[in-house]
């Protein structure tokens, strides 16, 4: 553990205070009641919710202004006005702003060097930025260049 982590956890522990996913002070009683299992996740659980899916949004693109509001993830933005780096599409998607083209660039709009920030828009590059749509018609486009050459070449 580094320092701070130890720093941290004295912290907490002298102030007796609780910290959403970190620590939660709870009674004799509700310990008694938990069969007096000490599992740290029953009563300050670290783990992450599940991801969510917007199938909507998986074809058509788009990310769902919920999943951007989702209290876990807005501390993990910790205030954020993700308007650097989106456009509202309309009152349930965002869209990236058209002058991101690729991944890499959205560092530059972003405006923060907080990793655990950056890894959350590029998730979300990854997880809605090309819908199914857009897929399928590239690879149509991407047949008939195919049959084009095909046909140049004598094959029919």
Same mark, same amino acid.
């Given at each position: 553990?580094?320092?701070?982590?130890?720093?941290?956890?004295?912290?907490?522990?002298?102030?007796?205070?609780?910290?959403?996913?970190?620590?939660?002070?709870?009674?004799?009683?509700?310990?008694?009641?938990?069969?007096?299992?000490?599992?740290?996740?029953?009563?300050? &659980?670290?783990?992450? !919710?599940?991801?969510?899916?917007?199938?909507?949004?998986?074809?058509?693109?788009?990310? !769902?202004?919920?999943?951007?509001? &989702? &209290?876990?993830?807005?501390?993990?933005?910790?205030?954020?006005?993700?308007?650097?780096?989106?456009?509202?599409?309309?009152?349930?998607?965002?869209?990236?702003? !058209?002058?991101?083209?690729?991944?890499?660039?959205?560092?530059?709009?972003?405006?923060?060097? &907080?990793?655990?920030?950056?890894?959350?828009?590029?998730? %979300? %590059?990854?997880?809605?930025?090309?819908? =199914?749509?857009?897929?399928? =018609?590239?690879?149509?486009?991407?047949?008939?260049?195919?049959?084009?050459?095909?046909?140049?070449?004598?094959?029919?």
């Amino acid at each position: 553990m580094q320092e701070s982590d130890i720093n941290h956890i004295l912290d907490v522990f002298d102030t007796f205070k609780d910290e959403k996913r970190y620590s939660k002070i709870v009674s004799m009683n509700e310990i008694k009641e938990n069969d007096y299992n000490l599992n740290i996740r029953r009563y300050a &659980d670290t783990a992450p !919710p599940s991801e969510q899916f917007d199938i909507k949004a998986v074809l058509s693109g788009g990310i !769902p202004v919920f999943e951007i509001e &989702d &209290d876990y993830i807005q501390e993990t933005l910790n205030g954020m006005d993700v308007s650097c780096v989106f456009v509202r599409r309309n009152s349930n998607y965002y869209d990236f702003k !058209p002058e991101i083209k690729n991944k890499e660039q959205i560092r530059e709009h972003i405006g923060t060097k &907080d990793q655990s920030v950056i890894n959350q828009f590029e998730r %979300w %590059w990854d997880k809605y930025r090309v819908s =199914l749509h857009e897929i399928d =018609l590239q690879v149509r486009q991407s047949e008939e260049v195919m049959r084009r050459y095909l046909k140049e070449l004598g094959y029919d």
